[in-house]
């Protein structure tokens, strides 16, 4: 077990409807610990940037307009196994799909509007992280 730390974003569904202290409070109850934090609003060649692993999918164009539609904020958790702790309390892509009790399941709306992100691997999370913050705005 290794302490890790990965990227989520509470997206502009989740900001739209006060959720944010919502989801933070279930990162912490958790035990995860909240290294850093942003709110920004994404632009179109961030939102492309950040989901270029997505470019061919043929939701890419809908998942940008819904990302960059108003404000999101960006985290970085950190704790042991903090990846998958993270993917587990989110609950599945789809909220129909998600577990009882996950993020998505208890407030996402669809599966456009699923109000969180997560890393899902070592090397999305070290991509992710440094695509919003450098060394210095992480306080782990
Ligand atoms: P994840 O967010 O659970 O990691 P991904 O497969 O990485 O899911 O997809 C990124 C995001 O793209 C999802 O969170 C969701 O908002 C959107 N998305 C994924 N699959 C579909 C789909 O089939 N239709 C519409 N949007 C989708
Ligand atoms: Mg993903």
């Known amino acids: 077990m290794a302490i890790e730390r990965t990227l989520s974003i509470i997206k502009p569904d989740g900001v739209r409807r006060n959720l944010i202290g919502e989801i933070l409070g279930r990162f912490e109850k958790s035990g995860l610990k909240v290294v ?9 060649a961030e939102a492309e940037g950040f989901y270029a692993v997505h470019k061919e999918r ?56 699923n109000t969180v992100h997560g890393s899902d691997a070592t090397d999305t ?16």
Do not use: H, Y
Not at 37 to 44: D, F, I, M, P
Not at 81 to 90: F, Q, V
Not at 126 to 133: G, L, M, R, T
């Open 36 to 44: 850093a934090t942003r709110q920004c609003v994404l632009s179109k």
């Open 125 to 140: 999370a070290a991509f992710e992280i440094s695509w919003f913050f450098r060394g210095t705005e992480i306080f782990g």
């Open 58 to 113: 043929p939701f890419f164009n809908d998942l940008v307009a819904s990302m960059t539609s108003g404000p999101v904020v960006v985290l970085v958790l950190q704790g042991e196994s903090a990846i998958l702790r993270n993917r587990d309390l989110m609950g599945a892509t789809n909220p129909k799909n998600a577990a009882p009790g996950t993020i998505r399941a208890d407030l996402a709306e669809s599966i456009e509007a």
